[in-house]
């Protein structure tokens, strides 16, 4: 900061920013503009140094720059220096920790999302241009605004988003443990999810659902919960197949074995959520009516969608499975013995 090329950089900093597109020209002048004035101000009273520079003194040598930037940083006030100045750590600490520019720009300040991203890419990306020039000690510089509302609406966006992606990655995982290592039914069994998950963003998009701080942690649930009955069909039916049952036979005892439970707990959630619907709290009525869709949509993919796709693509779903990954035999080698004839399996549940 105190070298005559940090100051002669942070000068033309200044006159870039006065000429930029953005740039209110009613502000307050530059700090450093500022600066340079107060050095070139007359000797007088108690002040005998840091003054009666001349414009021809600038950049001034990094001993003068130094005990001068922190004479003043002593002396200024908010008056004199604005919201910006020269920021030490404590008092007679002689490492300047930061220098804050202040600006105002001819941007009218929106709460819309569009608009305050716009005005932030367009400032970053100028100031990226600035900084390829900028001395080793300024190269760091960024820029704040009132980006409060602007940036909680990011990160409730960018956080939807993540959870949405590690909640599917995580059930991907989980599936494909529970189809016993069948990547054809955990790859069917994935289509499922996301399914239900866009057919429910969807409707709560259409019935103008956005993403404020309620829905976001509501719909950060959806993949977590959309899972269930798909994972417990897709567990049914591999482990139908690993024990010899044909494709058509595996959908059958997965719809007998867990379609009574899963049909029973999809329709207790959705009178529980039914029931707050009723709630006059927004959070209790959202998440309601966030219930009611999620298990109308995962019980009605996972039975009417996943079951007859894994019946259709049966034997494709037989050859990419593993079955049992301890103690048996994998993929097409399940259905032919160890000279390649055709094994029967006469098992039934």
Same mark, same amino acid.
């Given at each position: 900061?105190?070298s005559e090329?940090?100051q002669q ?6 006159a870039?920013?006065?000429s930029a ?18 050095m ?23 001993a ?38 202040t ?7 929106s709460e819309v ?23 080793k ?13 602007y ?6 966006? #960018?956080?939807a @988003?993540? !959870?949405?992606?590690?909640?599917? %990655?995580?059930a991907? *995982?989980?599936?494909?443990?529970m /189809?016993? &290592? ?6 069917f069994?994935?289509?499922?999810i996301?399914s239900v ?7 709560l ?10 829905n976001?942690?509501?719909f ?50 959705t ?9 006059? #709290?927004?959070? @209790?009525? !959202?998440?309601?009516?966030f219930? %009611?869709?999620?298990? *109308?949509f995962?019980?009605?993919? /996972?039975? &009417? ?15 990419c ?15 032919q ?13």
């Open positions: 900061m105190y090329e940090a950089w942070l000068s033309e900093f200044c870039s920013v006065e597109e953005w740039y209110n020209s009613n502000s307050n002048d530059c700090l450093m503009d500022r600066f340079v004035a107060w070139e101000t007359d000797c007088s009273g108690s002040q005998t140094t840091c003054c009666g520079y001349n414009a021809s003194d600038f950049p001034y040598d990094e003068v720059a130094e005990t001068c930037i922190r004479k003043a940083a002593e002396l200024s006030t908010d008056e004199d220096w604005g919201p910006g100045g020269f920021w030490f750590k404590v008092e007679g600490d002689r490492d300047l920790k930061a220098l804050v520019l600006f105002e720009s001819n941007i009218e300040f999302y569009a608009d305050s991203r716009k005005f932030d890419n367009k400032l970053t990306k100028w100031l990226d241009k600035e900084l390829k020039s900028a001395p000690s300024m190269e760091k510089a960024f820029f704040v605004s009132d980006f409060e509302f940036s909680l609406q990011d990160a409730i966006g #960018t956080g @988003y993540e !959870s949405a992606v590690a909640a599917t %990655v995580i991907v *995982l989980v599936l494909l443990v /189809s016993r &290592f069948n990547l054809c039914v955990t790859i069994a994935g289509i499922t996301g998950v866009v057919s429910i963003t969807g409707l998009a259409f019935q103008g659902w956005e993403l404020s701080v309620i976001s942690v509501i950060s649930c959806a993949i977590g919960m959309s899972i269930d009955f798909v994972a417990h069909l897709s567990h049914a039916f591999g482990r139908s197949l690993a024990r010899g049952l044909a494709p058509l036979e595996a959908v059958q005892f997965s719809i007998i074995v867990m379609g009574p439970s899963v049909t029973a707990a999809a329709l207790s959630t009178i529980a959520g039914g029931v707050m619907l009723l709630s006059v #709290t927004l959070f @209790y009525y !959202s998440y309601g009516l219930l %009611v869709y999620v298990m *109308l995962s019980w009605s993919y /996972s039975v &009417f969608f996943l079951v007859p796709l894994l019946g259709v693509a049966g034997p494709i779903v037989r050859w499975g593993c079955g049992d990954m301890v103690g048996q035999r994998c993929c097409a080698s399940k259905n013995d160890v000279h390649g004839e055709d094994q029967e399996f006469n098992f039934r549940p």
